[in-house]
């Protein structure tokens, strides 16, 4: 079976643009969360969609969203980006079956200048 | 911030034993997990353990589990260079999303 892939792998972004992000669950896979990892703060997470539906939500500004298609790929966006978004944004998936082990992507490294 | 906790480094000689030590918060945690992240890569699933559990042995991982004082370990024998990594202690928390520790880097001295 194929990872989880996320696309694109890197990306460099100028303050007040925005951003989205995709991420291909592994085949059968029906949930996927977003997480946020900066030297700073470490790993933390943002958002869990499962049956395209936000399932979860960490503790993150309005301007992260995030969406999942029937096929359950899912896609982040980030609004009128600042500094302080430059992280690497990973995301794993699950069956989606309740408290489960996650699989995670390569994440995609996002630097905002 | 986190919650779990670990020690952020770790210096061992090739061939020594590893153990990276994570002390997690939520009692009702039905697993606990061990990733693994190398320069430049996302999370590698190493192993986890149910709460039930003790003791899981895998290859040359072994995950002790001390679920009074909430403790969890990950012992590597025969440490190798390429083990050099960021090792990561996760629990599944009541709302259903996974809490990381800030990771423990592990440095493999030839």
């Known amino acids: 079976k194929a990872g989880v892939t996320q696309t694109p792998r890197y990306l460099i972004k100028t303050r007040g643009q925005q951003v989205t992000l995709s991420c291909s669950p592994i085949?059968?896979?029906?949930?996927v969360s977003w997480y946020q990892q900066t030297p700073g703060q470490g790993l933390q997470f943002l958002f869990e969609?499962?049956?395209?539906?936000?399932?979860n939500k960490g503790n993150f500004p309005g301007r992260f969203s995030g969406r999942q298609f029937s096929n359950s790929r899912s896609e982040m966006n980030v609004s009128t980006l600042e500094l302080g978004d430059s992280a690497l944004y990973l995301c794993?998936?699950?069956?989606?079956?309740?408290?489960?082990?996650?699989?995670f992507g390569p994440g995609t490294r996002l630097l905002v200048l | 911030g986190e919650d779990v906790e670990q020690s952020l480094f770790l210096s061992v000689r090739e061939g020594d034993s590893s153990v990276i030590n994570c002390t997690y918060t939520?009692?009702?945690?039905?697993?606990l997990y061990w990733y693994k992240q190398e320069p430049g890569a996302g999370l590698q699933l190493l192993t986890y353990?149910?709460?039930?559990?003790d003791m899981k042995q895998d290859q040359r991982l072994t995950v002790l589990l001390n679920k009074k004082d909430k403790h969890l370990s990950l012992r590597i024998a025969d440490t190798q260079t390429g083990d050099s990594a960021i090792y990561f202690c996760a629990e599944i928390g009541k709302g259903g999303d996974m809490r990381f520790g800030a990771g423990t880097r592990l440095t493999v001295k030839p």
């Open positions: 939520d009692s009702s945690s039905t697993y």
């Open positions: 969609y499962f049956s395209e539906t936000q399932r």
């Open positions: 353990i149910f709460s039930n559990m």
């Open positions: 085949s059968g896979h029906r949930s």
């Open positions: 794993a998936s699950s069956l989606g079956q309740g408290k489960e082990t996650q699989y």
